[in-house]
């Protein structure tokens, strides 16, 4: 195996402490995101989609892109629910919004009509709800932008006594 160039292992060091900003271990997470696109015709989009969380205190992850969906092969399509973790991320209490941007591969006014996005924090298995159901549309070059609120109180999705070994 050849050796790392070092400037490479530099640039990753410093992507993995930026995306997490520089926080200690304890204070990182992991969330599920489930995008879901609208049933309704012509919804699809093939373009980059990015998300960001953000809670109750205003402390927020970084700005992710959804790249791989661990459940389509090809992500946002009509009527599919695409899952996506993000991983190292700033752990944040009480999520209160979700922020989702659309950045098309083309210039031609291309939309996607996002119909809702839930999120799992990995610590406290809790879920967030976040229905939007507005269309995306990038009419110029920039990228397209909508803000969601949670939608009432978050619920447990696996509780401890699930993980306890000894019952």
Known sequence: MAPTDKTDTDETSSLRSNSAEN???????????????????????????????????????????????ISHRKKFQRAHSDLFVLTEQNR???????????RPRQTDGISWKLHSVNVIEHVTHKLYRFPCGNWLNDDSDE?????????????????????????
């Not at 995008?35 to 970084?62: I, P």
């Not at 944040?92 to 659309?102: A, I, P």
């Open 23 to 69: 926080t200690d271990v304890d204070d990182r997470c992991c969330y599920s995101i489930v995008v879901r696109t609208s049933s309704d015709e012509h919804t699809s989009t093939d373009g980059s989609v990015f998300v960001q969380l953000t809670d109750a205190k205003g402390n927020s992850t970084s700005k992710c892109r959804l790249n791989c969906s």
């Open 92 to 102: 944040l209490e009480d999520l209160k919004f979700v922020d989702v941007w659309l």
């Open 143 to 167: 990228q397209a932008h909508v803000r969601i609120e949670v939608a009432g109180l978050p619920f447990d999705v696996m509780r401890d006594q699930f993980f306890d070994v000894t019952q």
